[in-house]
């Protein structure tokens, strides 16, 4: 069945340093993708998505390409802050399982000043 | 505009225990869902209600039933908890029919609840 895996957390960095988390998928249709953005004690909200290859999303400076020759979504940031610390989840969407969320594990970021 | 909205924040049971988790939603929307998040698996999708009237299975159902009271109500019911049952609980709505691609699902704040 479909499948997300993210790199593993937690992620420490520098305030401005740049941030990469690598997702990959495994899907039989041709899902969109999302990242979504779960902050301390609060539910998740929806950071950025792409519904077809090559295409790019993008949100408060974060951003993430489509790649269905990897079959990848991973997301970047050039320059983090402390309050981009939260926990990140990648997550299809496939309409030929009835387009159904399948979420990543999620992987926790914390920016340290 | 309080969006989706859950209660209780926390809870503790004992196994064996019933309890009814809560969500309401003032956006209009229609798909109603509820979650599970465990460490290290993400959510996994309990159950859901594409509309008014309708319910559907998902992922991990076993041990949960629900109810759409009406459109701005679903509620999660744990019949004879277990303490696998503990976990944060997260429900969402979505404006469109089902999983349509184009709307976003928002997320209440969640319940944590552990069962001992």
């Known amino acids: 069945g479909d499948s997300v895996t993210q790199m593993e957390g937690p992620v420490t960095l520098s305030e401005e340093a740049c941030l990469t988390i690598n997702c990959t998928y495994t899907a039989t249709g041709y899902p969109s993708l999302f990242w979504y953005v779960q902050y301390p004690g609060e539910g998740l909200q929806l950071l950025l998505k792409?519904?077809?290859?090559?295409d790019k999303g993008s949100n408060k400076g974060f951003e993430a390409t489509y790649r269905k020759e990897t079959t990848s979504f991973h997301l970047e940031k050039g320059s983090v802050q402390v309050s981009d610390s939260a926990v990140y989840f990648c997550a299809l969407s496939d309409f030929s399982q009835g387009g159904k969320l399948i979420f990543g594990q999620g992987t926790e970021l914390s920016v340290k000043p | 505009n309080a969006g989706v909205t859950q209660t209780p924040k926390f809870q503790v049971l004992k196994t064996g225990q019933s309890m009814t988790l809560q969500c309401a939603q003032d956006m209009n929307h229609n798909s109603m869902y509820w979650y599970r998040q465990d460490p290290g698996m993400g959510l996994r999708l309990i159950y859901y209600s594409a509309s008014e009237g309708t319910t559907d299975k998902g992922e991990v159902p076993n041990g949960y039933n629900v109810s759409r009271l009406n459109k701005r109500e679903f509620s999660l019911r744990l019949e004879s908890a277990a303490p696998s049952q503990t976990s944060v609980y997260f429900c969402?709505?979505?404006?469109?029919?089902?999983?349509?691609?184009?709307?976003?699902?928002?997320f209440g704040p969640g319940t944590r609840l552990t069962v001992t």
């Open positions: 969402a709505s979505t404006q469109g029919y089902s999983f349509s691609l184009s709307y976003e699902q928002y």
């Open positions: 792409a519904t077809k290859a090559d």
